[in-house]
C-alpha cells in the first residue's frame, strides 16, 4: 500500500486532504495524524473492522483497548453508559487538552474499541488537525500512539512513516507535537477515581478540580506482580534497542559514574549512548550523546524524550546511559515511560 503524507498548514478547515482523510475515515481506513501529545493512528470508533486494523498495522495485542478521540462533550454523553460526577467538571478545565478519561460504555461502543472491556477511554485533542478529522468525518475516531507495538511513540509525522509507511493510507503531516507524551489517564468508574497513566496533567492539578484522586500502584511499582489497571502499561513498551541504565543522584556525581562505566564499556570494544541536558553534555565521553535540553525547561525534555530514544535505535550502540529526569512537575510522567524503556534498571550513585 502506499503512505500519502499530507502536510497540513494553518488553513485546517477548508483543507482538501483534511477532506481527503475524513473520506478514508468513513470508508473504514486509517489515517494517521497529530495531537498536541503524540501522533494517532485512527479509525472510525463504531466501525468493528476499522479497529481491527489497527491492531493489524501497528501489531497490537488485541486486549489493548484503544482511546476514542471527541471533538464535542456531547459525544461523551453518547457513548457512556453514565456520565461519572466528575466528567463535566474535568472536562471544562482541562477538554480539549491531555486528558483521557475511562467511564463505563453504553452499546455504541464495540468490544474491538475497548478491547473487549465494558468501559471506554475518552479524550478531546487539543490539536486543531485531530479536531478538524473528527468533525470532517462525522465519527468519533478510535485511536492508539501511531507507533508499532513496543516501539517510542511517535512525535513527529517522519516517526509515524518509519514504523507504519507503506501499512497505512494517509499520515497527516502536523508537524512536531507540543507535549510529547502521551495523555494522562484517569479511571472514573470507581468511588475515587484513580490515575491509570501519569502525563502532561499531573495528580495535583486534577485535585485541585475534584479533590482526591488515587495513583495505581501498577504504574509506580517497579515489580512485575503489582499489575497496572490499564491493559497497556503491562506491556513493556518504549524499549530501544540498546539496553538503558538509568543514572540518579547529584549532577556531578551522575557525570562521573556515567564517564566511569563508559571508558569500561569503550575499553571493552562497546559503542556508548547517553541521554544528557544541556548543562551536562560537553562533560561527556560517549560515542553518542544526545543533550533532551537545559533543565530549566522540563517541557522541553518531556517533548524530546520519545525522538532520542528513536536516535539510539537508528545508531547503532550497545548500551545507553541516561541521567534521572524527575523534575518538579511532569517527572512522574517522564520518569514512568524512562523506566519501562530502561526495564527498570536505575542506579542511584
Ligand atoms: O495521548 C494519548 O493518549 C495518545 C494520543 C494519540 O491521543 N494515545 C495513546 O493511546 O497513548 P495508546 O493506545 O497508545 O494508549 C492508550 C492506553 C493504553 O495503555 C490502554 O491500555 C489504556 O489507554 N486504555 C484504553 N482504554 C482503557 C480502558 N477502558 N480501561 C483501562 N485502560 C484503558
Ligand atoms: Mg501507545
Do not use: C
Not at 147 to 160: C, D, K, M
Not at 339 to 347: N, P, S, V
Request: net charge negative; aromatic share 6%.
Amino acid at each position: 500500500m502506499e503512505t500519502k503524507i499530507y502536510k497540513i498548514g494553518s488553513s485546517v478547515a477548508d483543507n482538501a486532504f483534511m477532506k481527503e482523510a475524513a473520506a478514508v475515515i468513513r470508508d473504514g481506513g486509517l489515517v494517521a495524524f497529530p495531537t498536541e501529545t503524540v501522533y494517532g493512528l485512527g479509525a472510525d470508533a463504531f466501525n468493528p473492522d476499522a479497529a481491527r486494523k489497527i491492531y493489524a498495522a501497528k501489531g497490537r495485542p488485541s486486549d489493548n483497548p484503544l482511546i476514542v478521540h471527541i471533538a464535542e462533550f456531547k459525544a461523551l454523553e453518547s457513548i457512556a453508559e453514565v456520565l461519572p460526577d466528575y466528567a463535566g467538571k474535568l472536562a471544562e478545565v482541562f477538554w480539549p487538552g491531555p486528558l483521557t478519561m475511562i467511564v463505563k460504555k453504553n452499546k455504541n461502543v464495540p468490544y474491538e474499541t475497548t478491547g473487549g472491556l465494558d468501559t471506554v477511554a475518552v479524550r478531546m485533542p487539543d490539536h486543531p488537525v485531530a479536531l478538524q478529522l473528527i468533525r470532517e468525518s462525522g465519527r468519533l475516531i478510535a485511536a492508539p500512539s501511531a507507533n508499532t507495538s513496543g516501539r517510542p511513540s511517535p512525535t513527529l509525522a517522519e516517526h509515524v512513516a518509519e514504523d507504519l509507511g507503506g501499512r497505512i493510507p494517509v499520515i497527516l503531516d502536523g508537524g512536531e507535537v507540543g507535549i510529547g507524551i502521551e495523555s494522562t489517564i484517569i479511571d472514573l468508574t470507581e468511588d475515587v477515581p484513580m490515575i491509570l497513566r501519569p502525563g502532561y496533567i499531573t495528580g495535583q492539578m486534577l485535585e485541585e478540580v475534584i479533590g482526591i484522586v488515587k495513583t495505581d500502584p501498577g504504574i509506580i511499582s517497579g515489580d512485575s506482580f503489582t499489575k497496572p489497571k490499564a491493559p497497556g502499561m503491562k506491556y513493556r513498551h518504549y524499549a530501544p534497542r540498546a539496553d538503558l541504565i538509568i543514572v540518579d543522584g547529584e549532577r556531578k556525581a551522575v557525570v562521573d559514574k556515567i564517564n566511569e562505566w563508559t571508558d569500561d564499556m569503550q575499553a571493552k570494544g562497546k559503542r556508548v549512548g547517553i541521554i544528557g541536558t544541556d548543562e551536562t553534555a560537553a562533560y561527556y565521553r560517549g560515542n553518542m550523546i544526545l543533550s533532551m535540553g537545559t533543565r530549566d525547561d522540563e517541557d522541553v525534555i518531556a517533548r524530546h524524550l520519545y525522538r532520542i530514544l528513536r536516535e539510539f535505535d537508528e545508531e547503532r550502540v550497545d548500551i545507553i546511559y541516561s541521567e534521572s529526569f524527575a523534575t518538579p512537575r511532569i517527572g512522574q510522567a517522564i520518569m514512568n515511560r524512562l523506566l519501562k524503556a530502561a526495564g527498570h534498571r536505575i542506579y542511584v550513585v
